[in-house]
C-alpha cells in the first residue's frame, strides 16, 4: 500500500505546499479541498479494512434509517423524508425555504423535492407560495397542520435517535464521532 504523509514544507509558499500533496489535482468534488492537514493519505486502492469501515459506515446509516422510518410511520404515518422537510421548514424563519435550498438541506434533488411536496401539500403539511423578488422562484410554507404534525412526530424521531444512535455512544466518543464526521461533511459539524 502506497502511503505518504502529507506535511507542509515551512520554506514553500501555499501554492507550493498544495503542489506536492498526492491531490494536487485541485479543489474536490463539492468545491472543498480534500482534507489534509498532516493525515495520512493512500493511494486510491482500498484495503480489505478500509473496505470494510465504509461498508459499515453505509449498512449503520441505512439500518438507522430504517428504524426511523418505522417508527415514524407507525405512530404518525410519516415517512422519514417528509419528516426531514417538514423538520427543516420549521426551524427555517416564518416556516418557509425557497425550494432549492430545502432541496439542498434534505439531499434531494429538485425533482425528487417536487414530488415529495406535492405528496406534502395534497396532505396539507405544506404549501407552496411564489417569490416576489423572483417569479420563478417558490417558497415550500409549513402550514399549521403541516407544524402540529411535526410537534406530534418529533418526540417519536428524537427518540429513535437516541435509541438507534446517542444511547451507544458515550460522551468521548460522541466528541470523536463529531470530529470524524467533520472531516467528512461538507459543513462543519458544531462539536460542544
Avoid at 474536490?28 to 480489505?48: C, F, K, L
Avoid at 437516541?162 to 463529531?178: A, C, I, M, N, T
Wanted: with cysteine; proline share 3%.
Amino acid at each position: 500500500m502506497n502511503l505518504q504523509r502529507v506535511q507542509a514544507n515551512p520554506g514553500a509558499t501555499q501554492g507550493d505546499q498544495h503542489a506536492h500533496t498526492p491531490s494536487s489535482r485541485g479543489i474536490a468534488r463539492g468545491g472543498r479541498r480534500p482534507y489534509h492537514r498532516g493525515v495520512t493519505t493512500q493511494s486510491s486502492a482500498i484495503s480489505a479494512a478500509e473496505f470494510t469501515v465504509w461498508r459499515t459506515l453505509l449498512r449503520a446509516q441505512v439500518q438507522i434509517s430504517r428504524r426511523l422510518q418505522a417508527d415514524l410511520l407507525a405512530d404518525h404515518d410519516l415517512a422519514l423524508g417528509s419528516y426531514d422537510v417538514l423538520m427543516h421548514l420549521g426551524e427555517a424563519d416564518g416556516g418557509r425555504l425557497r425550494m432549492n435550498d430545502l432541496a439542498d438541506r434534505v439531499l434531494l434533488s429538485r425533482s425528487g423535492l417536487t414530488r415529495l411536496v406535492d405528496r406534502l401539500q395534497r396532505e396539507g403539511l405544506v404549501c407552496r407560495e411564489s417569490c416576489s423578488s423572483d417569479a420563478r422562484g417558490l417558497f415550500a410554507v409549513l402550514t399549521p397542520t403541516g407544524r402540529a404534525r411535526l410537534a406530534e412526530a418529533t418526540p417519536t424521531y428524537q427518540q429513535g435517535v437516541r435509541d438507534y444512535v446517542l444511547s451507544r455512544l458515550d460522551e468521548d466518543d460522541l466528541k470523536q464521532f463529531g470530529l470524524i464526521l467533520d472531516k467528512l461533511a461538507d459543513e462543519p459539524v458544531a462539536i460542544v
